[in-house]
């Protein structure tokens, strides 16, 4: 019998098998409840189980309804987001569990190891932020608000995947596709009544190609207007969202929603992250300014928001005399994928298996994770773009490592889901750059979850890792994208095999922090513009109004007026980073930092390497990441290597 679930799901059944598992747990928690002399092995523990085995239930669902989305997966999705977040709020809200837990932490304290008294530490406070010590009314009220954000989240997604899907724009003129890589006019090309036509759209590797490369300026400005108008109604969500979680930050005794999302993470209040963030608009400015200068050279314009992607493009061919169609043939999606897993392997000893299961979509597939010969976990790749899968990129665990209550291990398994260009027939998916440290990106991510020793499921892998620490270890691997002896491992052309030159790789790596200051500041523009959302109840044009206030300082190139950015903002609309958008850069601080030490003591003779395997990915969330940090490093997080990172000092 396999040690991993498998990734199924019956849609027609399943709604009544959710109730029918949260009313048999509804019971197990009166049952557990009712023990007279509780401790963390006969109540904590069974509990704990409880919501990683609900958790594996679900997650398929929430997974498909994002890869092969239908109105059948949105149906039972959305009707099952009531169900799962009224009984998670009800259990988050128990004053008795509350009290049971506090009660062990004081009797158990000698006896707990580390990661028991992290689990209790943790609880107790998801405890206090979820309300369980409130009054009877109040709770009601914090649960009527956080199945209506469930619902609200859902349908900002929703109608974001749905505006991507349903515009298409159509070329007649070859002139108009002059200039467009051959791989993606080949994705673009169709016949129609025995006409030649182009199709684009706003899926990402369609609508990067034209930005990039298109030469017609005004199907640019379509295309960019179209991107950025995208889902119009969700502006009406965002007024409620943002008024709920107003309303639940105060009842739970916060000031606004920003210190409510601080009170979990490492920044210690919000002048840090604030501080934080104006610090480095001001390092990051003047250069930022010198670069749009060059790229207002050589279009001799005043660029506008829909140029910068095509005339950067032109600088940097000019600059670095690198032209990145160039490169793709050099990053065939499985050579990039197999020279990913000899890295890992060379770094931290991880040998992956293909297995033959059978998935969701006839183009993922799953691999078998083995350290020291021995089984430790397994990787879902889902990697292609197509139509009904949600764009973007990002990891999802599915099972945690940690051992039940007879003392049985469980093995951790994650998935990595990606936009690349599809393959067809004889055209394979070939990548760009950019790609390749996604994907380095997302697999980081994965390693934290899946490497993880840790035996409680709750502090195991990603979980209980501080939100504003999570990227950590995703952007430090992706830092090895750029490494020279690392590209050679798996950058070949995919027709005459030839390795990637040294020239070629030195234009890369010079050219990797290319604009990397006007860069900074649209990253610091949306963090701070997430931020200071949070701090007051902002509703209706008082949204737009402070993310125009917030451009003045950050947008070197004013956008249009019709720019609707936050309609499309899932991450802190649709996701978890809501007031902790910074957290992108506060973790960067972390993975430069480490990066740099790594790659000063050789990469693969690095001792530093070896610490981070065991200290941070063994580690999971057992321990704050404060902590383990100095663990690795032996001191505090320098800030410095952020800028040295992206060449701004």
């Not at 295309?223 to 930050?249: C, F, G, H």
């Not at 260009?421 to 899946?450: Q, Y």
């Not at 095999?497 to 990397?516: A, G, P, Q, Y």
């Amino acid at each position: 019998m396999s040690k991993f679930l498998e990734f199924r799901v019956d849609l027609d059944s399943f709604i009544k098998e959710l109730n029918k598992r949260v009313e048999k747990n509804n019971k197990k928690v009166r049952k557990l409840l009712k023990i007279k002399d509780k401790t963390f092995a006969n109540f904590v523990k069974p509990l704990e189980l409880m919501d990683e085995y609900l958790e594996q239930f679900f997650t398929p669902l929430s997974h498909l309804n994002s890869v092969n989305n239908t109105s059948k997966t949105q149906k039972v999705y959305a009707d099952s987001l009531p169900i799962i977040t009224e009984y998670s709020t009800k259990l988050s809200q128990n004053l008795e569990i509350y009290k049971a837990y506090k009660e062990i932490q004081k009797s158990e304290k000698k006896s707990l190891n580390q990661e028991q008294k992290r689990v209790l530490e943790l609880n107790i406070l998801n405890f206090e932020l979820s309300g369980a010590h409130l009054d009877k009314k109040t709770k009601a009220r914090l649960q009527e608000i956080n199945i209506k954000k469930s619902e609200l989240s859902n349908n900002f997604s929703q109608n974001l995947l749905n505006s991507t899907n349903e515009y298409k724009y159509i070329i007649t003129d070859e002139k108009d596709v002059e200039g467009i890589p051959p791989s993606d006019l080949l994705n673009a090309k169709f016949k129609e009544d025995g006409i030649t036509k182009y199709k684009f759209t706003l899926q990402m590797p369609s609508y990067i190609a034209y930005m990039t490369y298109g030469k017609n300026e005004k199907i640019r400005e379509e295309l960019y207007r179209a991107y950025v108008t995208r889902a119009p109604q969700n502006a009406l969500i965002i007024d409620e969202l943002l008024s709920l979680r107003t309303e639940m930050s105060s009842l739970l005794g916060f000031d606004n929603y920003a210190s409510y999302s601080l009170a979990s993470k490492m920044a210690k209040d919000e002048k840090s992250v604030v501080d934080f963030l104006e610090k480095l608009i001001t390092n990051s400015k003047t250069q930022a300014k010198k670069e749009l200068k060059e790229i207002e050279k050589i279009a001799k314009k005043p660029l506008q928001s829909f140029d910068s992607a095509y005339y950067s493009e032109l600088l940097k061919k000019e600059k670095y005399e690198i032209d990145e169609e160039l490169y793709r043939p050099y990053f065939e999606q499985t050579r990039v994928v197999d020279g990913m897993f000899d890295f890992l392997n060379r770094l931290f000893g991880i040998t992956f298996k293909k297995t033959d299961e059978k998935l969701w979509y006839k183009k993922a597939f799953s691999y078998d994770i083995y350290i020291d010969e021995k089984l430790k976990a397994r990787l879902y790749l889902d990697l292609e773009s197509r139509k009904g899968k949600q764009g973007g990129a990002w990891m999802n665990n599915f099972q945690t490592h940690c051992r039940d209550e007879k003392g049985d291990e469980q093995l951790a398994s994650a998935v990595i889901v990606c936009n690349f260009p599809p393959s067809k027939n004889k055209n394979p998916s070939l990548l760009r750059h950019d790609d390749v440290v996604t994907l380095f990106h997302e697999m980081g991510h994965a390693i934290h979850h899946m490497l993880s020793n840790v035996n409680e499921n709750e502090v195991s892998g990603v979980n209980g890792v501080e939100w504003d620490a999570v990227e950590f270890p995703s952007q430090f691997l992706e830092n090895f994208a750029y490494e020279p002896h690392v590209l050679k491992l798996f950058a070949s052309h995919h027709k005459t095999k030839e390795i990637i030159s040294d020239e070629m790789i030195d234009k890369l790596v010079r050219s990797k922090n290319f604009l990397s200051a006007l860069e900074m500041l649209r990253q610091l523009e949306f963090s701070i513009f997430d931020f200071k959302l949070h701090t007051k109840l902002y509703q209706g044009d008082d949204v737009q109004n402070l993310l125009d206030s917030i451009r003045k300082e950050t947008a070197l190139i004013k956008p249009p007026s019709y720019n609707k950015f936050q309609n499309g903002f899932s991450h802190i609309f649709a996701g978890g980073y809501a007031a902790g958008y910074y957290s992108y850069k506060w973790a960067e601080v972390l993975s430069a930092d480490a990066f740099f030490r790594v790659v000063d003591e050789g990469i693969f003779n690095s001792n530093t390497a070896k610490k981070y395997l065991h200290v941070v990915l063994n580690g999971g969330g057992a321990k704050s990441m404060n902590t383990l940090f100095k663990e690795l490093m032996g001191r505090e997080p320098n800030p410095e290597s952020l800028l040295r990172l992206n060449g701004i000092l």
